[in-house]
């Protein structure tokens, strides 16, 4: 299945990323750990908001500043070095934020102002600042001003504006920007043909919008149904996913994307290398959306990874299904085509994924995370890997 377009962007990603570009078909990043549950410190400061990135996490406080911890290479930790870790450190010279997203090797952040803020790996252009430059500490997205949300895929961001209209800025290979071309944008350009946009949600190298009216379009690279038209074809602008009903919730990740229903049902469609659609079905791919089994009501939200997917019910449970060298949380490393609980946690309201690890924030503001660990990703204090979940290090 994998196209010409597809196998350019991996040729693309792995020149940039040297050692740790990764293949669709691949299904995992290094060999697991044996599964080591350590005890770490409760959160001293509480959280209000999480997110994922493929070997990185980051937390927003309650009092508007930002933590962030694992693989730290380009820069995307933002505390001014490249030292990677395994507890949370402080991002630099930031303060009020209100929303974050975290990509491959880069991060984001909206103040409560509007602006947007950028830092780690900047070799396509994500950081939106007209500059290739990668930056440890953040740096400012021109031009973007009094912005309703951001997003991330693997080498691209997007935000809403004001007017509800879309921009997007980086990698664009396969059309992820939207803009009817294939040139990578060092800054903020247009999507075409969309208004009232609610939000937006990317993988590596597709996109997806969710209208303020329940609408969602995607558009890019297609070879694994990552735009769920029922087909393989690719798209430089927006289209619309095949029989999908008006939803409430998007999200995407690599070659996936899930939506929540406005009557809280968990539809996923796209690549289904290990189950990660959902639908009970391993192999291939789901070219248009699909039902996740037993997710036909209450659910709150869903996050999408690499090669596996989690949601939380309206009840504050967690559920994952996919890849699992542990990243579905339920003490082992069995893969499930299906939803399967996460072991010891209640009362999520926030979900963050990466490269086979997931975090949740839970409703006291308390991060767990679990999953690979080589990077420090889980963030207690250790490199070890936890297939349940583990409680992130006291924030400083």
Known sequence: MRSSTMMRTLAVLALVSGALAISPAAT??????????????????????????????CAITTKGKVRCWGYNSFGELGDGTTTSSSTPVAVANLTKVKSITAAYGATCALTTKGKVWCWGFNG???????????SSVPVQVPGL????????????????????????WGLNSA????????????????VVGLTKVKGSSSGLVHTCAITTTGKVKCWGDNA???LGTNNNTSSLTPVAPYNLPKAKVLKSGAFNSCVVTSKGAAKCWGYNSNGQVGNG???????????????TKKVKTVEVGYLHACAIKTSGAVVCWGYNGGALGNGTTTDSSTP??????????????GINSSCA?????????????????????????STLPVAVVSLP
């Open 28 to 57: 995992s990043v290094a060999g697991p750990a044996s599964p080591a549950i350590t005890p770490a410190a409760l959160t001293s400061i509480k959280v209000k908001d999480i997110t994922g990135g493929e070997f990185h996490n």
């Open 281 to 295: 079905v391993t192999g291939g791919a789901a070219l248009a959306p699909a039902q996740v089994v037993g997710l």
């Open 124 to 134: 396509l252009g994500q950081l939106g600042n007209g500059t290739t430059t990668n």
């Open 224 to 226: 694994y149904g990552q």
């Open 175 to 190: 059309g992820q920007l939207g803009n009817g071309t294939t040139t990578n944008s060092l800054t903020p350009v247009n």
């Open 145 to 168: 001003t009094k912005i309703k949300s951001i997003s991330s895929g693997w080498y691209h961001f997007c935000a809403v504006t004001s007017n509800r209209h879309l921009k997007c």
């Open 340 to 353: 399967v609980s996460v072991v010891g946690l209640a009362k999520a309201k926030d979900l963050g994924t």
């Open 361 to 385: 924030l839970t409703t006291s503001g308390k991060v767990r995370c679990w999953g690979y660990n080589n990077f420090g990703q889980l963030g207690n204090g250790t490199t070890t890997d």
